[in-house]
């Protein structure tokens, strides 16, 4: 993980993929792409994939996002 939080089981690709993450714990995400999940800290049980995917969603959980922008502002849960 990006700034050494306390995540696990937690795949992460990508310049600036989870940057706001530090020393929180999120769990069973699969980010992939220039600052996707950007302001993720506590966000468990995401796939978010593309560039900005996801990059507002700080706390959300159970969101699949997939392609470019996709779920840029959204801050809920389970959303697809």
Known sequence: DYNGSNGDQNVIIGSQACQAQS???HYY?????RMAGYKITTSNNNV???F???YSNG???GNVFLGYRSGDY???NNKL
């Open 23 to 25: 020393q929180n714990s």
């Open 74 to 76: 959204e801050t809920g």
């Open 29 to 33: 995400n699969v980010i992939i792409g």
């Open 48 to 50: 978010m994939i593309g």
């Open 52 to 54: 900005k995917s996801g």
């Open 59 to 61: 706390s959300g959980d």
